[in-house]
């Protein structure tokens, strides 16, 4: 499960590479058809010790970074384990194909957001994990 854990002093934040989160996005990207995602390119991350409300959350590379770096565009899927790990599977799958939609056909780097024409919303959610479950 564990891959390498970064601990921010500061915040009291520990972060853990998570191979099995990692499995289950890349099979939520196979069963939604989420063609253009690319699997090898977005990595999932459990944390602890976040303060927020959120179940998870989604970080992208953006293009400057890309640019000064030299890197391809690329995602991380961050779980925080003590909302995450609570829920039902198929509440946590929902959680993590909300993550997925944020990421932009053009796999860019760049995040879609909430409250916007075309952004993630629940009702999205819903369907997709319906439409997949048939």
Wanted: glycine fraction near 6%.
């Amino acid at each position: 499960m564990a891959r390498k854990s970064t601990k921010s002093h500061r915040d009291g934040i520990e972060w853990v590479g998570d191979s099995q989160i990692e499995f289950r996005v890349r099979d939520l990207v196979e069963q939604c058809s989420f063609d253009h995602v690319r699997n090898t390119r977005v990595f999932c991350y459990r944390s602890w010790g976040a303060k927020t409300r959120a179940y998870a959350r989604i970080w992208g590379l953006g293009r400057i970074w890309q640019q000064a770096l030299g890197l391809q565009p690329a995602y991380v899927i961050e779980v925080i384990s003590e909302k995450f790990d609570k829920l039902p599977q198929d509440q946590q799958d929902m959680v993590l194909i909300h993550e997925l939609l944020h990421i932009p056909k053009t796999f860019s780097g760049a995040l879609l957001p909430h409250r916007h024409k075309g952004g993630v919303n629940d009702r999205w959610v819903h369907e997709i994990y319906a439409r997949m479950k048939r």
